[in-house]
């Protein structure tokens, strides 16, 4: 029996990201998957969002062209286009990271992956079963959705966001229960589609981890496309009748009456049937635990992406999975989550990197505050987005940027940048010294830096606040 160098459990881009950049450094590497290569992120989650984000953004666009002189009258929007067109774009990069595996000569087995040992994996699909042998096992099998007892989750009246995205139309009537960012990405695009939607979030607040003024415009415009928003209530299902389900929220009097309820409440880790606790890889409030290198209790063992719970986001996974292959190879790689970029897809888009402004107040450290409104932003203006802001922390004593958020239109490319800016310890006057061509969106970001100096060209002058 072949021994691989590393054996990947979990095809998502945690795992096959593990998988290619093992097999670049000329390990002999396999990776095993029971679903379709790509995972979540590809199939069920940032891809297929994305795709339809990016047809809401354009519907939306077309019905607001009247100011630019483009009147849409007897516009047409075919869902079923909208559909076929995502899952193009998901068929096409699934081909895609196949081909890479195998230009990179990983082996694939599809199936299901069990441990027998620390060296040993069945494989099983159907009544085939298979065995294979690894000196390194990098586990990388994902989350699920959180699911209400409640709602029993039936993959038509009630669905968690992997039924919603594989639907074939949108309902007419939705309640959303879960206001975080998958909850408020879906209802974004589902109200541009034309479906009424509600929104429900126990917590006084949608997005609680997102700069407030962003959560604040997210909110706006939600409720401008329609979207009923229900804060601070929990929900119950009363009845079903005729296809329709009846909802009743706490401290409220209306019934709600839905074709749909969608589930979006988070995800867990998946961490069943693969023989964890049989062979002593420990579990850590319901994930699997790791330490800095990625490694679990069993030293020969990594685990990487959202079943560490860590950060639930794919480029987190992607990270992790490099982490993990340099320590496999024999390396000593640290994971530092300090400058991870988040970013929502809502209307508008969010972007956050590092601190908030909170964690940068609770911090004690000296910080100053530079921001920068889009409505001042000349391609921002051109653009007829001139709803937003870009905002900077910057380190009173020694200029290094401690976070950053935006939200408004490309935030979610606006915050690369930053990002860059504090993985390099660009100080905060280096960043506004760099030369931005003009008329662009990231202008925003050298005004903001210039803003936290007390200096920037296109706002009206200002102290130097220091917090
Ligand atoms: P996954 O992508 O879940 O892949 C795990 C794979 O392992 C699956 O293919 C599964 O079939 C396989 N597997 C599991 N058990 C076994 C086994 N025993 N044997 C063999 N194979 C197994 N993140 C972002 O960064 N940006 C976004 O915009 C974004 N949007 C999202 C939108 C939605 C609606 C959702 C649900 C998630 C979104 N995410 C987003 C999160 C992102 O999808 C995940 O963080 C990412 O997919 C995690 O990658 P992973 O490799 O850890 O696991």
């Known amino acids: 029996m072949v021994e691989f160098d590393i054996a990947v459990i979990g095809g998502g881009p945690g795992g096959y990201t593990a998988a290619i950049r093992a097999a670049q450094q000329g390990a002999c590497v396999c990776l095993i998957e029971k679903g379709k290569i790509g995972g979540t992120c590809l199939h069920r989650g ?5 795709a339809f984000f990016s047809t809401a953004r354009l519907l939306d666009m077309v019905r607001d062209g009247a100011v630019h002189g483009v009147h849409a ?10 559909i076929q067109r995502k899952n193009k774009v998901v068929g096409k990069l699934e081909s895609g990271v196949e081909k890479l595996l195998a230009e990179n000569k990983v082996e ?3 199936g299901a992956a069990t441990l027998e040992g620390t060296n040993r994996i069945r494989i099983h699909q159907g009544s085939v079963t298979g065995h294979i042998q690894a000196r390194n096992i990098i586990l990388a099998p994902g989350s699920k959705p959180i699911t209400l007892q409640a709602f029993p989750v039936d993959g038509k009246n009630i669905l968690t966001s992997e039924e919603f995205l594989a639907m074939d139309a949108f ?27 509600v929104l429900v979030e126990k917590m006084p607040e949608l997005l609680a981890l997102s700069d407030p003024q962003a959560v604040k415009e997210v909110e706006r415009q939600l409720v401008a496309k329609g979207v009923d928003i229900r804060k601070g209530a929990e929900v119950a299902l009363q009845g079903r009748d005729a296809g329709k389900l009846q909802l009743r929220l706490s401290g409220q009097e209306d019934i709600l009456e839905t074709d749909m309820v969608l589930c979006a409440l988070g995800r867990r880790p998946n961490t069943e049937n693969l023989g964890l606790e049989e062979i002593g890889v420990k579990l850590e409030n319901g994930a699997i635990g790791v330490d800095s290198h990625m490694r679990t209790s069993v030293p020969n063992i990594f685990a990487i992406g959202d079943v560490t719970n860590k950060i639930q986001l794919a480029h987190v996974a992607s990270y992790q999975a490099e982490i993990a292959v340099k320590n496999a190879l024999g390396g000593t790689a640290e994971a530092d989550y300090r400058v991870i970029p988040s970013t929502i897809f809502t209307f508008p888009e969010i972007g956050q990197v590092g601190l908030t402004e909170r964690q940068c107040h609770e911090s004690g450290r000296d910080f100053q505050t530079g921001w920068f409104p889009f409505q001042a932003s000349g391609k921002a203006l051109c653009d007829g987005k001139e709803r937003g802001m870009v905002k900077l922390f910057a380190d009173t004593r020694d200029g290094t940027i401690m976070g950053a958020s935006a939200h408004g239109e490309e935030a979610a490319t606006l915050i690369s940048e930053l990002a860059v800016a504090m993985q390099t310890g660009t100080t905060v006057s280096q960043l506004a010294e760099v030369v931005h061509s003009h008329p662009t969106l990231p202008e925003m970001i050298k005004e903001a830096a210039d803003d936290a100096l007390g200096r920037a060209v296109h706002k009206v002058p200002r102290k130097v606040r220091k917090n």
């Open 46 to 50: 940032c891809i297929p969002t994305k």
């Open 73 to 82: 009258d007897g516009l047409r929007f075919d869902i079923e286009a909208a």
């Open 108 to 110: 694939i087995f599809r």
């Open 171 to 197: 309902p007419e009537s939705l309640v959303i229960i879960g206001g975080g960012y998958i909850g408020c990405e879906l209802a974004g695009i589902a109200a541009v589609f034309g479906t009424k939607v």
